[in-house]
């Protein structure tokens, strides 16, 4: 009899937490949706309890249904999202799915996804780590690709001076074959062949490094179109992330209030939702 009545009071506990759901759904109740769907997140983060309030067996009951709610919740949260980082735009891939770009412009970048279900942005962390190393080279007057462009123009200058210098490696060629020519014609005394080997050695040598120089110069041409077309797309990347370094400077004055804001963007929004009553307005 008492496993009975357990038994009943445990389904009926379930059925209070989905109907629960259900009505918060029905009412266009957003917030009431996340406390219910993430206890322990909402305690922590909203009510800042110590101890959580996490119904997680309940919670499991609508863990087959993510997608589902994740859409029934996106709408709220992708408008809130566009007056708190106008630079984002958002692209659903999936139902209760979105990934966003940074800006509007062309070659725009695809900065992360966006987790609905959690209110957190999941950035591409290679994208992010290049806009948080450019603000922080901000001090020492550089743009991100600075150095990598100045060493391919280092290059460059190199690989042009191959070019410039082939009549003179010509020749300087023909000057150490003629030494060399001249040597093989000249007798040798025995105690002086070892001395006339090693100056033959070094002309040999000479002229072996002035033909490896003459093979770079072939392919000088080529590498200096590749360095050119590197240098072209790094200064792209610098013009795009300046474009990003904007947006956030004018929208939170530095890439650290962006962080924070960032960071604290679950506690923000379910604050919103509050303070708007639901913005059910926007949630159809």
């Known amino acids: 009899m008492q496993a009975t009545q357990e038994l009943s009071k445990a389904v009926a506990n379930k059925i209070r937490y989905l109907q629960t759901l259900a009505t ?24 800042q309890a110590k101890h959580g309030s996490a119904d997680t067996d309940n919670e499991n009951l609508v863990s087959d249904i993510a997608a589902k709610l994740g859409q029934y919740l996106s ?18 891939i999936g139902l209760g799915k979105f990934q966003f770009y940074f800006g509007n412009w062309w070659d725009r970048r695809l900065f992360g996804e966006l987790d609905v279900i959690k209110v957190q942005f999941i950035f591409d962390s290679t994208e992010y780590e290049k806009l948080r190393r450019a603000f922080e080279l901000e001090g020492q007057s550089k743009r991100l690709n600075s150095d990598k462009i100045s060493m391919l123009s280092s290059q460059a200058d190199q690989l042009q001076a191959l070019i410039d210098s082939q009549e003179q490696r010509d020749a300087e060629k023909e000057k150490t074959r003629l030494q060399l020519k001249k040597l093989a014609q000249e007798k040798v005394m025995p105690w002086e062949a070892s001395k006339a080997k090693e100056a033959k050695q070094q002309l040999i040598n000479q002229l072996s490094n002035l033909t490896e120089q003459d093979e770079k110069a072939q392919d000088a041409y080529r590498l200096i179109k590749d360095n050119e077309k590197k ?4 200064s792209k990347e610098d013009t795009l992330i300046g474009y990003e370094k904007q947006s956030i400077i004018a929208k ?17 929004y379910i604050a919103d939702l509050i303070a ?3 913005r059910k307005n926007t949630n159809e």
């Open 24 to 47: 918060a759904i029905d009412n266009k109740d957003d917030r009431l949706v996340y406390q219910l769907i993430d206890g322990d997140r909402y305690s922590e983060q909203i009510v």
């Open 231 to 234: 240098v072209l797309e790094l």
């Open 276 to 278: 708007t009553n639901g």
């Open 252 to 268: 939170f004055g530095s890439f650290d209030a962006f962080e924070a804001r960032c960071e604290s963007l679950y506690r923000d």
């Open 75 to 92: 709408a709220n949260l992708l408008a809130y999202l566009a007056e708190t980082y106008p630079f984002f735009y958002f692209e659903q």
